[in-house]
């Protein structure tokens, strides 16, 4: 079969059935992102394929430092062009890595570019990408409307305005774009100077005092329901690993004023503050019927060389070995024996932690909300091909596929979403394979709603976002 056929990755007549009549056609819940709400608001164009592909790109970053690219051709001041070339240089290099995939899908599903990416092809592509991106077909909102994206969640801190969000509302965009609640600044209690500023803009943006503890409460209260006014529909978190404590109010309050004085909090106090404040947004959550997200596993900025000269989200953080279950069914049964227990999406970035994940959510199920708690899709390390297989098998063996709440990009990039087309071409060949091998019957009444619901339409509901827009 050629690369990049029109039926990659279905290798059944099932699968190529199911992936081109249904999956195909069904609207992007992006559920979680990091794109930029300025740059929706304000529909950016793109200079240059540098600024919507390689910018802000950790997994391109990451790659090209492990092929022995020079630092300022990744992230420092080299000419966009000529970083761009850097990467040609490593695509090549990238065989059997899933950025060889994405790359050329990318280049296929937005620009019509089928030729191979490498050195002697990169600045043609480069100008005729350019040239594309130079119209309203490719411009912020014009890429949404493209790949029929139906919902975006962005990740904002509590501490951000909201006054893009509020922008994009008042607009034409044809995507609904709201923001997701993510207070992990407030956890940053070991690192005094980063949580008093912090706590220093949320005070402002709130309106409230937040160098006490039940001031800081009030004002995370107060920006959840700003939020929710600006049409919010999740938190997100992202933890090492869920403590294995508790904390009282009043150790809270010692904690949070230890670090507005200046001195850093130990690991347990870390550990405990942060299960205080996760169980009080949680129990917001709840009461506001938002769904919970937690991103578990990653060891942050393990290179001190790395972290001192590029900071933090630079392509650096790795897979982390930490114990994760004992924290976790600690934080979900604390809050349903007080029956403050919402719909909850969990992400595990160790592969080690796959069947603890698809395992733990039967455990929390109430038998009255479908797919409630549930494993989410291939995360970070994860999102490959290998990953999603593994992510939906093990999901199948030890829970429900067709509750699943399917794909996410958690990109920054606008030029990300064919990760949905290979997520979805990889369910479609796993449920046809069973088909063509006799393991699942035949009966498409059964099979086209189960691919339509992880593609779509379970998001949708979990988000409570009501009826397709397209």
Not at 175 to 197: C, E, N
Request: with cysteine; glycine share 8%.
């Amino acid at each position: 079969m050629p690369f990049l056929a029109a039926d990659f990755l279905l290798s059944s007549d099932p699968a190529r059935d199911l992936y081109h009549r249904v999956a195909a056609a069904q609207p992007i819940i992006d559920y979680h992102c990091h794109l930029s709400p300025k740059d929706i608001a304000e529909d950016r164009q793109f200079a240059n394929l540098h600024e919507a592909w390689l910018e802000g790109d950790h997994y391109k970053w990451r790659a090209m430092r492990a092929d022995g690219v020079a630092e300022d051709l990744i992230t420092g001041a080299a000419p966009p062009l000529e970083k761009f070339r850097a990467w040609a240089r490593t695509v090549p290099h990238t065989l059997r890595n899933p950025l060889f995939h994405w790359t050329h899908l990318e280049l296929a599903r937005y620009f019509g570019i089928e030729t191979l990416l490498e050195e002697s092809s990169a600045e043609s592509i480069w100008h005729e990408a350019n040239r594309q991106l130079a119209t309203a077909e490719l411009s912020a909102r014009g890429i949404l409307r493209r790949f029929k994206v139906d919902f975006v969640g962005t990740t904002d801190d509590p501490a951000d305005p909201l006054d893009w969000h509020a922008q994009i509302a008042a607009s034409n965009c044809p995507t609904r774009v709201v923001p997701t609640f993510r207070p992990d600044a407030a956890l940053k209690v070991s690192q005094p100077d980063r949580v008093r500023g912090w706590a220093r803009r949320l005070a402002e943006i709130s309106g409230l005092a937040t160098d006490t503890f039940p001031g800081l409460l009030a004002a995370i209260e107060k920006r959840h329901a700003d939020f929710a006014r600006a049409g919010c529909r999740a938190t997100d978190h992202g933890l090492e690993y869920l403590p294995d404590t508790d904390c009282t109010d009043a150790e809270a309050a010692a904690i949070w004023q230890q670090a507005m004085g200046g001195t850093a909090a130990t690991r347990d106090q870390a550990d405990a503050f942060a299960i205080r404040i996760m169980l009080h947004v949680a129990r917001l959550n709840h009461a506001a019927g938002w769904v919970t997200q937690l991103h578990l596993g990653p060891f942050r900025d393990p290179n001190p060389l790395l972290a001192r000269s590029l900071g933090a989200d630079a392509g650096c953080d790795t897979i982390g070995d930490a114990r994760q279950g004992p924290g976790l069914v600690r934080f979900l049964g604390t809050l349903a024996a007080e029956n403050s227990l919402g719909r909850t999406i969990l992400y595990n970035i160790n592969p080690a932690d796959n069947a603890l994940f698809a395992a733990l959510p039967g455990s929390f199920q109430d038998g009255v909300t479908p797919g409630k708690i549930q494993w989410g899709s291939g995360w970070w390390f994860l999102d490959q091909e290998r990953g999603m297989r593994e992510q939906m098998n093990m999901l199948s063996d030890m829970g429900l596929l067709s509750r699943f709440v399917g794909m996410v990009t958690d990109s920054r990039s606008f030029l990300s979403y064919p990760r949905h087309e290979y997520f979805r071409r990889i369910l479609c060949d796993l449920l046809g394979g069973d088909v063509a091998t006799g393991r699942l019957p035949d009966r498409r009444d059964w099979l086209e709603p189960l691919v339509t619901a992880v593609c779509s339409g379970n998001a949708r509901e979990a988000l409570g976002l009501g009826t397709s827009a397209a």
